[in-house]
Structure formats: C-alpha cells, structure tokens
C-alpha cells in the first residue's frame, strides 16, 4: 500500500476516535433529553421537571413549563434526532431535530448543566415556524422569530445587589474578628467550599486579617458600584465597586453563582488604597 494512502486511512480512524469520543462523552445528555421528552408526551410534568437545572425550575413553574412546550408542538414528541453535539467541562449543547407523532419535525436546540456530576437541561430553544419579522424593541431579550426558556438568572436589582454585598463583607468581617475563615467558609457556594479547606482560606486573606485594620468599619457604609453588574456566559454575577472611607478607598470584586434560587459567593477580594 502506498504511503499516501496509509496516511490517508490513518486520518479516517483518527476522525473516527474522535467522533465516537464525542458521542461517548454526550451519551448523557441524550438520556437526560430523551427522558425529558417522554415525560412530557406521557403529559407527566413532575417527572419532566426532574430533568431540569436548579436555576432553570426556580424560573419556570409547571404552568409556564407546559404551556411552552404545547404551543412547540413538543408534547406530541416521537423521537429526536442530534445532528450536533457540543461538550465543555460541565457544560454541553445538542441541537437537532424532534420528530413528532404526526411526522411533523421540530428544529431544537438544548444546553446542558452538570448538576450532581448529573447532566440537567439548562436552556431550551426553538426557532418559531412561519414568516418572522425584526422585533421592534432594541432591548428584546432574545432574537426575532426565537422561542426559548432558560435558567440563566438575571442581575439582581440594586437593592438586591447591595444586600449581597454586605452580607459577603459582614460574613468576612465575622471570620477577620475571629482570626478564622471557618464562618466565612460555612457561608459561601458549595461549589467554592469544595474547593478549598479553611485553612487554605486562612492563609489566603492573612494579608488582610493580619494587617490590622478594623473592617467592620465598612459595615457603616453602603456599597457604590463602579459597574453595573454582569453575569457571563458561565452563569457567574461579577459586582465591583468601592466604600467611600477615608483617608483611605476601600474597592471590592465579588463573584456569584446560583445555587439553587439563591445566589451564593465564588469570589471574594477586598483592597484598601
């Protein structure tokens, strides 16, 4: 056999691993999909909503859930079909097709969380049938002629925002008193709190509670924010701003995640200039 030849064999089985890994790799989405959509024509709602993300069920009631799901003309589902697949850490996409029993096919497009090392449906999207025009309103939140219900959580009010805040400083300022990050730890995301022990936490702010300074001072006042606040493509809320003290201005970054319909610390950094 020449050797262009075997190179060219080599590349096809190469290909061929690769797609078998991806396949491997989503087969739990599909199960996660696939029990969803069977919950939902067996019109077993509870059961559907075992599939659903944590954010993505404190968003969504039962009636809302239904209601999406019959105008989609998802309720009469036979089979799905996923042309595309789409895997990153704990995050994953399938976009495809649902057939339904009348032979019908829906265009879909789901995103996936990993919840309790558990794929969780995260997001889903259908594009709507029939002739679309440009929504007039600048600040629709999702593009014309797109159906969707979603997880993602929105930036807290300001008040919310603030409350956040004070909480996350006051929980440090408990902990900085005590010369102990064990408090503090109790009150963050459990994502974080696997992350790190106590004493890692400990070492990570002696700098600041070892430094001297008297922060409950900060409890006096309220928060400004430099930004609005802004949640990323990972679900994560970022609030930066500072406390009008002086001599000195003290600035924050603090970072979020939902746990549940809660939001809970994942980042905590505090700076007196």
Do not use: C
Request: charged share 25%; no cysteine; proline share 3%.
């Amino acid at each position: 056999m020449k050797t262009w030849v075997k190179v060219v064999l080599g590349i096809v089985a190469v290909i061929g691993v690769a797609i078998g890994a991806v396949f491997y790799l989503t087969a739990g989405m599909v199960d996660t999909a696939d029990g969803f959509f069977t919950a939902v024509k067996q019109d077993d709602m509870t059961k559907a909503r075992t599939y659903l993300a944590e954010t993505f069920k404190a968003r969504t009631d039962e009636k809302t859930l239904k209601e999406f799901l019959a105008k989609s003309a998802l309720t009469k589902f036979k089979e799905a079909s996923w042309g595309n697949r789409q895997i990153s850490g704990g995050r994953g996409e399938l976009e495809g097709t649902v057939t339904t029993e009348t032979g019908g096919t829906i265009p879909i497009k789901l995103t996936l969380v990993k919840e309790n090392d558990t794929w969780k449906i995260f997001q889903l999207e259908k594009p709507a049938a029939g002739l679309q025009t440009e929504n007039a309103s600048p600040s629709a939140p999702q593009q014309a002629g797109t159906s969707k219900l979603t997880g993602a959580p929105s930036v807290p009010e300001k008040a919310g925002a603030i409350a956040l805040v004070k909480q996350s400083l006051h929980d440090f300022i408990v902990s900085a008193d005590k010369k102990s990050m064990e408090h503090f730890r109790d009150s963050i995301s459990s994502l974080w709190r696997k992350q790190v022990t106590t004493a890692q936490l400990d070492e990570a702010f002696k700098p600041l509670t070892e430094s001297g300074a008297d922060w409950s001072v900060l409890e006096n006042f309220d928060p400004i924010f430099s930004s609005d606040g802004a949640i990323d493509e990972d679900g994560v809320l970022l609030l930066t701003g500072y406390y009008a003290t002086k001599p000195s201005q003290v600035s924050f970054k603090q970072k979020f995640i939902r746990e549940g319909d809660t939001w809970k610390l994942i980042g905590f950094q505090i700076d007196a200039k």
